[in-house]
């Protein structure tokens, strides 16, 4: 039995394959020098392996540092909610999930002795905070079960019979093949003919042209809206503005959900901030009640709390209010301007910048091609696929490896009770 690619999704099921059925031969294909280098360095290192899923849940949200499966809740899916989390390939993972979800994941790694934690945003860590950690229990795993991992081993191609091809010319044929060669990979399936969708970049920062706000970089806003105009995209949560644009939580997720349109639109299109989370009814009452509190106050002295005192100057300028006009000075006009620049203010989006190191794609083997309830393929018999190979992808938060775990572990399932 063989698995090409020796990444999270690959060498998790290789584990499985063995815990289930000692007896079969399984062979990882890795192309790079060792396994598991991305996982190496995800999370910034301290690899964020799952999530307490409690904002698709609606469950508790829960802060740990004890044993996660201690403080374990038994989660219910809403349905449609997952594409919070999963911008494509929600539906499929609801299925996966239903087979082994993060309280299952994150009971596996404890019995393997890896001690979790939930943080307050809700993110799985290893309490050790060492992605190595989980690289090396994995490595140690496939070794006393016997995996046979051959690192550099590049597959060209797998046939529709599973023959694989690798770039140094050999071949192999195998009775069974998982596919978890990771993003932008499905082209050695080339010859299977699966149908792919077209890989583009997800999780990305915006560049926005306006030099004023550029001034304001390194101020966080806790709670605002985005949106993307003319367009259903929206999100919500904190925001950070940079020396090129914006970025933080809020942007990240913004860029997830509007991944393929902004492709399309050469990532040009018109940003609008909602700085205070709020609609125009509540923005127009709170700023009556602060005028009516300070009517001698100049307008640059009293702000809303959420904002920083620069911000707000900022945001005088941008409705055209004096900084030094009294509140009791500003007027139902002022009133009005000033609030339709809280709750939609326009700036204009000339282009994507990376995520910190993080690269993620979305695309890959279209989901029609695998039934969710087993990772096989549906047209070409022995074939399964888990992992970021799919296009199936997801915002920060310990979702993607979460993804890679949970269709492993089915792969690895259906493979052994074939
Ligand atoms: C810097 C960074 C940080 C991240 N942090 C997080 C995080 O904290 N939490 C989270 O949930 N997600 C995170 N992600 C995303 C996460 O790493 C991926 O979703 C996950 O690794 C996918 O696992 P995979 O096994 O499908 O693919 P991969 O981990 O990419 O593994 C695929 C493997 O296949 C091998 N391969 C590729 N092509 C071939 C070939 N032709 N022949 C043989 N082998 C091949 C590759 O060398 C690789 O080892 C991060 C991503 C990056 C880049």
């Known amino acids: 039995m063989a698995i090409i690619g020796g990444g999270a999704a690959g060498c998790f099921c290789a584990v499985l394959i063995k815990q289930m059925r000692p007896d079969y031969n399984v062979t990882v294909y890795e192309a790079a020098a060792k396994p598991m280098a991305k996982l190496a360095v995800t999370g910034g290192g301290r690899c964020n392996l799952s999530n307490s899923f409690a904002c698709v849940t609606g469950g508790d949200e829960r802060t740990s540092t004890v044993p996660y499966v201690e403080n374990m809740f038994v989660p219910a899916y809403r349905a449609g909610d997952l594409s919070l989390v999963y911008p494509r390939g929600a539906r499929f993972m609801k299925k996966v999930l239903s087979h082994f979800d993060q309280n299952d994941c994150c009971s596996w790694f404890e019995k393997e002795g890896v001690r979790l934690v939930v943080q307050p945003d809700q993110c799985v860590f290893p309490a050790s905070q060492d992605a190595m950690q989980i690289v090396h229990l994995l490595e140690r795993l496939m070794r006393q079960s016997g995996v046979d991992v051959r690192c550099g081993a590049k597959v060209s191609a797998l046939e529709p019979d599973l023959t694989i091809r690798f770039r140094d010319g050999s071949s192999v044929q195998a009775d069974s093949v998982v596919v978890c060669s ?14 792919t969708e077209a890989s583009v970049p997800s999780l990305f920062t915006f560049k926005i042209d306006d030099a004023a706000l550029r001034e304001l970089m ?4 806790e709670s605002v ?7 259903k995209f929206k999100s919500s949560g904190t925001l ?15 860029s997830s959900y509007g991944a393929r349109w902004l492709a399309g639109n050469q990532y040009r299109c018109e940003l609008i901030i909602n700085w205070l989370a709020s609609n125009e009814r509540s923005t127009l009452s709170e700023l009556s009640n602060l005028a009516k509190a300070n ?3 100049q307008l640059s002295s009293i702000h809303p709390s959420a904002l920083t ?12 209010l004096r900084e030094d006009c009294r509140w009791a000075e500003i007027g139902s006009k002022g009133m009005a301007r000033l609030a339709g620049v809280l709750c939609s203010d ?35 018999p022995g074939l399964y696929l888990a992992g ?25 399932t259906s493979l052994c009770q074939e």
């Open 388 to 412: 970021e190979v799919l296009d199936i992808d997801a915002i920060t938060g310990g979702f993607n490896l979460q993804a890679a775990w949970s269709t492993a572990h089915l792969a690895a």
């Open 240 to 254: 950070l503005l940079t020396d090129w644009g914006v970025s933080g939580p809020a942007t990240l997720k913004l």
């Open 346 to 380: 326009i700036y204009s989006i000339i282009g994507r910048a990376r995520f910190k190191e993080e690269f993620v794609t979305c695309g890959g083997v279209a989901l029609s091609e695998v039934d969710p309830s087993t990772m096989a393929c549906r047209i070409i």
């Open 295 to 297: 009517p001698q106050k």
């Open 218 to 221: 390194g101020t966080v806003v």
């Open 182 to 195: 990771g993003g932008a990979s499905a082209r050695i399936l080339e010859p299977c003919r699966l149908k």
């Open 225 to 231: 809206n985005l949106s993307l105009a003319g367009t």
């Open 309 to 320: 005192e620069r911000l707000w100057r900022h945001l005088l300028r941008r409705a055209a």
